[in-house]
């Protein structure tokens, strides 16, 4: 099932900039599972929203590849417990481009 997350965290948006430059240098932009990523500065931190294949493929990546780069990044100071994350089920998602359609 279609599986989507966003997650607000406080801490500048530079922490996202390298984070993101990080993980494309790592896994490139093919995500196993991943439909959409978006991110925007959100004025006291940022906020990411992603669209994933299922949430047990979102938590797969979070614990094997996010959670090892965040905690390299930050020098073991950040993790999840800094962020709020909220789950939504996904009822409709076209990204023409990618040929998706859900």
């Given at each position: 099932m279609t599986w989507g997350v966003t997650v607000d965290v406080a801490a500048p948006v530079e922490l996202y900039d390298?984070?993101?430059a990080a993980l494309l240098e790592r896994t490139g932009a093919a995500v196993d599972g991943l439909l959409v990523h978006l991110?925007?500065?959100?004025?006291?931190?940022?906020q990411v929203?992603?669209?994933?294949?299922?949430?047990?493929?979102?938590?797969?990546?979070?614990?094997?590849?996010?959670a090892?780069?965040?905690?390299e990044l930050s020098g073991g100071r950040a993790s999840r417990e800094d962020q709020t994350e909220r789950s939504f089920?996904?009822?409709?998602?076209?990204v023409p481009g990618a040929g998706i359609a859900v």
């Open positions: 390298a984070l993101h991110a925007r500065d959100t004025g006291g931190g940022f929203i992603e669209v994933w294949e299922s949430q047990a493929v979102y938590e797969r990546y979070v614990d094997d590849v996010l090892p780069v965040l905690s089920d996904v009822r409709g998602l076209v």
